[in-house]
């Protein structure tokens, strides 16, 4: 099993990035984005059922942060929009058989992960 997370970077607030995860060797798991700032609990964002038809938002992030997913190119996609600094984080993706999990030690699978800064 593989997740490669890409598309950090730095960005001034308000502004956009979309991240990708992209894996192989997963079947019929729902994946997540997980985030991690200095001193802090990586704490959940968002999740993705296995169908693809259901999604989970943490509060924080709700009606900011879009995530999708694309079956034939085995990925999954973070849009995220009018950042904040207080996004600022490393991102992982992971993978768990149920999708409604915001617990970080729940899920199987990780990728490295992926930074976001945003610039006040």
């Known amino acids: 099993v593989q997740l490669q997370a890409s598309g950090g970077g730095l960005v001034q607030a308000g502004g956009s990035l979309r991240l990708s995860c992209a894996f192989s060797g997963l079947n019929n798991y729902a994946m997540g984005w997980f985030r991690q700032a200095p001193g802090k609990e990586r704490e959940f964002v968002a999740s993705l059922s296995r169908s693809g038809d259901s999604t989970n938002y943490a509060d924080s992030v709700k009606g900011r942060f879009t995530i999708s997913g694309d079956n034939a190119k085995n990925t999954v996609y973070l849009q995220m929009n009018n950042l904040k600094p207080e996004d600022t984080a490393v991102y992982y993706c992971?993978?768990?058989?149920?999708?409604?999990?915001?617990?970080?030690?729940?899920?199987?699978?990780w990728g490295q992960g992926t930074q976001v800064t945003v610039s006040s």
């Open positions: 992971a993978a768990d058989r149920r999708w409604m999990v915001i617990d970080a030690r729940e899920y199987d699978y």
